[in-house]
């Protein structure tokens, strides 16, 4: 069987897999691209014979705009997949045997596992008693076999966030030593993201790598558009290791141009997501379960039987979760879905829980 390079896990073949009513195990936007996205996306295929320049240098100079750096600045990626991957190898062959990276524990993994893959050891710190980053923890452990601290903000799978202030001058101090890489693949849902980003880092010259994905709150998982925000030096660097600028397709990056300032239809996939959240609340409230609160589209709660029977359990029903293990407890993690889909969830979890 073969493995799925995204979550680590074995893909059982198709004729095999069950019917899943409710995908709620991928964090994905189940309202898809935005009216804008899909009329893009239709007028781009006439074009597609040609090569895709001029839009993927239009795209760079709308964000380059908006985050107030240059284009020097910005690489794309077929997702921020790939990206995390050209980080993991630049920093791993850079640093060479011996070198790790700094993560919490649990964390976004897919940085690790690749650099884990050419050599590099892996650091982890556990997260705070509020299962936020233990920043504190993390500056300690920064040393000279260190290649890269990796952040993840908010952090999946626990959906915490870490105060900007705190987390700002960590990266001030931090970065004057190493890298460090923060992903904010979630950043759209918190209140106040431009407060809550790292982008001013890179804008002060810090030694910051800031990854976005257009995957989330814009609806692109299957599209694969994503980029970092880098010093210039840095992008370079990362450009070794992806094709930059051939490696997006130019559906996707005319249907990210349209979508990226589609502030209606960002502002009603965050309205929507909290519907769910909030319902999502309440269902386990009522079970007299707890959870996380969380800044993002999925939940992380903690079970109150083994998560990988309760994972089956729920797959039995057509519904796809996913289930962690640790700080001595079982959990599962609910990716927030269209109101239909939650009350899928909460049928299946009421007759387990
Ligand atoms: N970073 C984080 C924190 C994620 O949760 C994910 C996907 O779930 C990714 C990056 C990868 O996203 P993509 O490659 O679709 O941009």
């Given at each position: 069987?073969?493995?799925?390079?995204?979550?680590?896990?074995?893909?059982?073949?198709?004729?095999?897999?069950?019917?899943?009513?409710?995908?709620?195990?991928?964090?994905?936007n189940?309202?898809?691209?935005?009216?804008?996205?899909?009329?893009?996306?239709?007028?781009?295929?006439?074009?597609?014979?040609?090569?895709?320049?001029?839009?993927?240098?239009?795209?760079?100079?709308?964000?380059?705009?908006?985050?107030?750096?240059?284009?020097?600045h910005?690489?794309?990626?077929?997702?921020?997949?790939?990206?995390?991957?050209?980080?993991?190898?630049?920093?791993?062959?850079?640093?060479?045997?011996?070198?790790?990276?700094?993560?919490?524990?649990?964390?976004?993994?897919?940085?690790?596992?690749?650099?884990?893959?050419?050599?590099?050891?892996?650091?982890?710190?556990?997260?705070?008693?509020?299962?936020?980053?233990?920043?504190?923890?993390?500056?300690?452990?920064?040393?000279?076999?260190?290649?890269?601290?990796?952040?993840?903000?908010?952090n999946?799978?626990?959906?915490?966030?870490?105060?900007?202030?705190?987390?700002?001058?960590?990266?001030?101090?931090?970065?004057?030593?190493k890298p460090?890489?923060?992903?904010?693949?979630?950043?759209?849902?918190?209140?106040?993201?431009?407060?809550?980003?790292?982008?001013?880092?890179?804008?002060?010259?810090?030694n910051?790598?800031?990854?976005?994905?257009?995957?989330?709150?814009?609806?692109?998982?299957?599209?694969?558009?994503?980029?970092?925000v880098?010093?210039?030096?840095?992008?370079?660097?990362?450009?070794?290791?992806?094709?930059?600028?051939?490696?997006?397709?130019?559906?996707?990056?005319?249907?990210?141009?349209?979508?990226?300032?589609?502030?209606?239809?960002?502002?009603?996939?965050?309205?929507?997501?909290?519907?769910?959240?909030?319902?999502?609340?309440?269902?386990?409230?009522?079970?007299?379960?707890?959870?996380?609160?969380?800044?993002?589209?999925?939940?992380?709660?903690?079970?109150?039987m083994?998560?990988?029977?309760?994972?089956?359990?729920?797959?039995?029903?057509?519904?796809?979760?996913?289930?962690?293990?640790?700080?001595?407890?079982?959990?599962?993690?609910?990716?927030?879905?269209?109101?239909?889909?939650?009350?899928?969830?909460?049928?299946?979890?009421?007759?387990?829980?």
């Open positions: 069987n073969a493995t799925d390079a995204h979550t680590g896990e074995v893909v059982s073949p198709l004729a095999d897999r069950p019917v899943i009513k409710a995908r709620l195990s991928s964090n994905e189940p309202f898809g691209p935005s009216q804008k996205a899909r009329k893009a996306l239709m007028e781009a295929i006439d074009d597609s014979y040609m090569y895709p320049r001029e839009y993927t240098q239009q795209f760079k100079s709308m964000i380059a705009k908006e985050e107030g750096v240059t284009e020097e910005i690489l794309l990626g077929a997702g921020s997949s790939e990206l995390l991957m050209a980080s993991a190898l630049n920093y791993t062959l850079k640093s060479g045997a011996g070198s790790s990276i700094i993560s919490a524990d649990p964390s976004y993994a897919s940085l690790m596992r690749s650099a884990s893959q050419y050599g590099s050891g892996w650091e982890k710190v556990a997260l705070t008693k509020d299962y936020a980053h233990d920043l504190e923890a993390m500056e300690k452990k920064v040393s000279e076999k260190t290649s890269l601290v990796y952040i993840c903000n908010p999946n799978p626990t959906g915490t966030i870490v105060p900007a202030a705190k987390l700002a001058s960590f990266c001030e101090v931090v970065s004057k030593k460090v890489f923060v992903d904010e693949a979630y950043i759209d849902y918190v209140d106040n993201p431009k407060k809550q980003s790292m982008m001013e880092a890179v804008r002060k010259g810090q910051v790598i800031v990854a976005r994905t257009f995957s989330k709150v814009h609806g692109f998982a299957g599209l694969r558009i994503g980029y970092v880098a010093l210039p030096e840095t992008v370079k660097e990362l450009s070794k290791y992806c094709t930059g600028g051939m490696n997006v397709c130019a559906t996707s990056v005319r249907a990210a141009i349209a979508s990226y300032t589609d502030a209606d239809h960002l502002s009603y996939a965050i309205k929507k997501n909290a519907e769910s959240r909030d319902f999502l609340y309440k269902v386990l409230k009522d079970a007299g379960y707890e959870y996380i609160p969380s800044h993002t589209n999925f939940v992380l709660f903690p079970l109150q083994e998560g990988k029977r309760f994972t089956e359990e729920m797959m039995k029903r057509g519904v796809s979760i996913r289930n962690w293990e640790f700080d001595g407890k079982q959990w599962c993690r609910v990716s927030l879905g269209t109101m239909e889909q939650m009350q899928l969830f909460a049928g299946a979890f009421k007759e387990l829980a």
